[in-house]
């Protein structure tokens, strides 16, 4: 049973241009959200995340975007670099005094010079 | 520098030999955690602990062990190894009381044959 998925394995995208990816998740408990970004030989480094009563949070270039009634959020990065070049993961917390953060599968974000 | 690491980086080992992999963080923190990372199951929480000798399991648990004798170490045991062990390892540390926030370390890369 997959809490939290990330439907698409890959996504390419030319420099300069928006990045959109995309997260659901199933279980209505979670209360908050986390994008990490993996380089490879690396681990998961935190990126950006949102609370349950915001719909949207922003830093840089990067901007989360969360639809609760949909149970969908999305990571926007404008404009897209080649360093961006990474997997990203998103991850959710249920709160309620509950720190297991459940993963999801993971994107690999390619950035086309 | 605050940070998590993993000891050793990479192992190659056979299976049944006992095994210890180490993790230390240096930031005080309360809420230590092992992940497993696989392809396309991306990653999977095997063992946490909320504080010293407070210790849960995850969702992946079977064959591993682990102890939280001290703030700063939350080794990582198997016990007996076996080839489905073989797995990239990560650990990772938090301070819930202030932050959501993960933080990683670099991985371990075990290889059981």
């Known amino acids: 049973d997959q809490q939290v998925k990330q439907n698409s394995p890959s996504l390419s995208v030319q420099e300069g241009r928006i990045s959109i990816l995309n997260c659901d998740y199933t279980n209505s408990m979670f209360d908050y959200f986390l994008w990490y970004k993996k380089y490879p030989a690396e681990g998961p480094t935190f990126l950006i995340s949102i609370s349950s009563i915001k719909d949207k949070n922003e830093d840089g270039r990067f901007t989360v975007f969360l639809n609760k009634s949909a149970k969908h959020l999305s990571l926007h990065i404008v404009p897209s670099q080649p360093g961006d070049s990474a997997v990203y993961f998103c991850?959710?917390?249920?709160?309620?005094?509950?720190?297991?953060?459940?993963f999801g599968k993971g994107t690999k974000l390619s950035v086309i010079p | 520098e605050a940070q998590v690491t993993q000891n050793p980086r990479y192992l190659i080992t056979v299976t049944g030999k006992k095994l210890t992999v180490t993790c230390s963080q240096n930031?005080?923190?309360?809420?230590m955690s092992w992940y497993r990372q696989d392809p396309g199951l991306g990653l999977r929480q095997i063992y946490y602990s909320m504080n010293v000798e407070v210790t849960d399991k995850g969702d992946v648990p079977e064959g591993y062990k682990v102890s939280r004798k001290e703030k700063r170490n939350f080794p990582l045991i198997l016990e007996s190894p076996s080839p489905n062990q073989t797995s990239l390892y990560f650990c990772?540390?938090?301070?819930?009381?202030?932050?959501?926030?993960?933080?990683f370390g670099p991985g371990t890369r075990l290889t059981v044959t």
């Open positions: 991850a959710a917390y249920s709160g309620a005094g509950s720190y297991q953060l459940t």
């Open positions: 990772a540390s938090s301070s819930p009381g202030i932050s959501y926030e993960q933080y």
């Open positions: 930031m005080n923190h309360e809420y």
